[in-house]
């Protein structure tokens, strides 16, 4: 795959970070991604980034499950081997909404976190690069991707003078994923960014 | 929008001197160094239990469950008892981890984790009981909806028992789901401090290959939202759906519409109490005071005494019923069977009463609530009470039904009963134990997120954001243009 170059400026601060990140932006550097150690609310919306629709996928997995109970019961009950209970009618509904809601439930929670696992690309034994260790403890990690024009070093002193602690370039490739060979995701908001 | 910081007059979620660094040394301690030998002693007597456990049940899976004290008039003794006993414990740590999340309350993220751990292994061993309640455990997948070659013989949709299959499944799955999901960004951390090969192959694989990426904490965000969204109901649902299990017959004593608000309010209840028991030794031999704090303890005792008073409420509302229906059956069950100290039943009736009514009315004093030996007793205590409460629900509605002819001889466990209930304790203690050595008990990225808005030491400074208009705020800190 594809080799890229990639600076990288480490904040240990996220009131340096947020104006940092501005600042990056209105020089005109596209930041690839700002690896954080917990969620830093609002700075998707710093960085330009489009909102998740994972919400929507919820919402679709969740319908499905409750047409599949609805339907599969409906038959079961009706069609294949209706059963007389107590002469009370086979279609039953009330008596099925315990099961319709929670295979509602189950389908959206199921669903939606296999759909999180394959867009982030997380998978048991998934290698990827890490471009600071301390990305997971106590870093704010800012990776700007380097492009012909890119000077290091002109990029290097401008995180430092932002606050940054530590600054450091990069080569990286991406890993394998189903479907996404040699693709880029598109994460960003067009109209936001320009 | 999210809080910017939180009010001076809130207590501090984390006490003491700490910045990011410092808050995964203190909370990934206990799993990077040798466990204690108090670790070794607790976990063998865990597995000790497990393995009477399971040689009770081999009792039972061979020679038929005469091995336990069932009898023709009570079909349902200490098995279902204790089904629905941890069933209810299992019910906190959903609770905390997903209605508390969207109340926005900052506190759950103290005790979330463990509190989720706890609700997965609660609802493990509540699953053994109605499973090995079947006799022939090897049919035991005949509950599962599936064409076969009987016909194809389909179970009933409109029976609770199998409303009852579908919630504790999709329960346990949505829980374990949840757990999981949030349990990645700090398996992560453990990863990159990996002092040992084998420790970095094995937390590399356990956390996916996390790396922090802004984008993966945005989904992160909305996956735990709408899975918090969607656990709401169902955590209520399944105490509800448990107690249909009884509400839905005819049995004087069960046959109660007021059974689902009362069942959920038993599962917080009984499941704080056992939060309670697990935090307030956890925080103390890991040395986690900071982040667990006499302010979570206090909070809990709260919803303790709220919850104890509701099914208090739901007692005496039973008690009413029995007299007000003017049912022959319905009081004799209510007034006689159980609230006549000296019938056969009488004690475990007061005896609930005094755990479950009576005792938690202490922590109306806010110098009880914040006494961890007092609120460790009673945490002991109310799970005590609410076994009795289980345990009075089934027997003393059965024992005398409506053919005395058939009124059962005096109802005490098998050994074999009492080995399997002590099994379950020992399936949770081992879970237990391995979670606290394996995994962070605390949730570490929950509590970065709050270290500084509301860290003992970040306080002080937020007088001067007081201060600061919070639209001015946001424009210079979110915006991109």
């Known amino acids: 795959m594809a080799q890229k170059k990639f600076v990288v400026g480490c904040f240990d601060e996220e009131k340096v970070l947020f104006p940092a990140v501005k600042q990056v932006r209105a020089a005109g550097y596209k930041i690839k991604d700002v690896y954080t150690p917990f969620a830093v609310h609002g700075l998707d919306h710093a960085l330009g980034m489009r909102e998740t629709s994972l919400h929507t ?3 679709i997995y969740g319908i499905t499950g409750t047409a599949t109970a609805i339907s599969a019961i409906s038959w079961i009950f009706t069609k294949d081997w209706p059963l007389n209970i107590g002469g009370k009618p086979h279609f039953a509904l009330p008596a099925w909404v315990p099961i319709i809601f929670e295979l509602t439930v189950l389908f959206a929670a199921v669903g939606m976190v296999m759909t999180f696992c394959y867009l982030c690309q ?15 403890d106590d870093l704010f990690v800012m990776v700007i991707e380097c492009t012909d024009k890119t000077n290091t070093d002109d990029l290097k002193a401008l995180l430092s003078s932002n606050g940054a602690i530590e600054t450091d370039v990069q080569v990286a490739e991406d890993g394998w994923w189903f479907g996404t060979y040699d693709k880029e995701d598109n994460l960003y908001n067009e109209k936001q960014l320009a | 929008m999210h809080i910017k910081y939180e009010s001076q007059l809130r207590e501090p979620l984390v006490y003491g001197e700490k910045n990011f660094h410092q808050v995964t040394e203190d909370i990934l301690r206990p799993i990077e160094v040798k466990p204690s030998r108090l670790w070794y002693i607790g976990f063998f007597i865990a597995v000790t239990l497990l393995l009477f456990g399971v040689y009770s049940l081999y009792r039972e899976v061979t020679y038929g469950i005469g ?6 008039t009570i079909g349902w003794g200490w098995d279902i008892t204790n089904f ?20 926005r309350q900052g506190w759950r993220t103290g005790v979330n984790r463990a509190a989720e751990a706890m609700t997965i292994f609660a609802v493990m061993c509540a699953g053994q009981f109605p499973i090995f309640h079947m006799g022939r455990v090897w049919l035991a997948f005949f509950i599962m909806p599936y064409p076969n070659s009987r016909g194809p013989l389909w179970v009933n949709f409109n029976s609770p028992l199998l409303w009852d299959v579908f919630a504790i499944s999709t329960y346990f799955t949505v829980s374990l789901l949840f757990w999981y999901s949030g349990l990645l960004p700090d398996l992560a951390t453990v990863r990159d401090r990996a002092f040992t090969k084998l420790r970095k192959k094995l937390y590399g694989i356990a956390a996916f290959g996390w790396t922090g990426s802004t984008k993966h904490w945005q989904r992160h965000e909305s996956l735990s939202l709408v899975l918090a969204g969607l656990s709401t109901p169902l955590v ?10 009884f509400a839905t017959s005819v049995i004087p004593g069960w046959h109660t519409t007021i059974f689902p608000p009362y069942f959920v309010a038993g599962a917080i209840f009984s499941g704080f109490a056992m939060v309670q028991s697990l935090l307030i030794v ?4 890991f040395g986690l005071t900071d982040y667990i704090t006499i ?7 709260k919803v303790i005494v709220l919850t104890g008073s509701i099914v208090g409420i739901a007692y005496l509302t039973e008690l009413f019923m029995g007299w007000y229906s003017q049912n022959k059956y ?8 159980r609230a006549y100290l000296f019938s056969p039943y009488g004690w475990s009736y007061w005896g609930m009463m005094a755990c479950n009514v009576l005792s938690p009315q202490i922590f109306w004093s806010r110098k009880m609530r914040r006494n961890v030996f007092v609120t460790f007793f009673m945490s002991i205590i109310v799970n005590i009470g609410m076994w009795f409460e289980r345990f009075v629900i089934i027997v003393t509605s059965l024992y005398r039904d409506y053919l005395p002819s058939s009124w059962s001889v005096y109802y005490s466990p098998s050994i074999w009963e009492i080995g399997f209930y002590l099994g379950t304790f020992g399936l949770f203690f081992t879970c237990f134990f391995l979670f606290a050595k394996y995994f962070p008990v605390i949730a570490v990225a929950e509590i970065k997120y709050v270290l500084k808005r509301s860290g003992e030491s970040y306080k002080p400074e937020f007088e001067k954001l007081e201060a600061q208009p919070l639209d001015k705020f946001i424009h210079d800190n979110t915006h991109a243009h």
Not at chain 1, 122 to 136: E, I, N, Q, S, Y
Not at chain 2, 236 to 245: A, K, M, Q, Y
Not at chain 2, 282 to 285: E, G, I, P, Q
């Open chain 2, 295 to 301: 302010g979570h303890i206090d909070l809990m005792n």
């Open chain 2, 282 to 285: 956890v925080r103390k031999v």
């Open chain 2, 330 to 337: 319905e009081g004799y069950t209510f007034w006689y069977s």
């Open chain 2, 84 to 103: 629905v006993w941890w069933v209810g414990i299992g019910h906190a740590g959903t609770l905390i981890s997903a209605v508390l999340l969207l109340f």
């Open chain 1, 57 to 59: 996928a919820g919402f």
């Open chain 2, 236 to 245: 209520l649902s399944v105490h509800t759906i448990v107690s249909f299990d």
């Open chain 2, 67 to 72: 091995q336990w004290n069932l009898n023709k």
């Open chain 1, 122 to 136: 997380l998978a048991p034994g998934v290698k990827k690069h890490h471009f600071h260790k301390r990305a997971t």
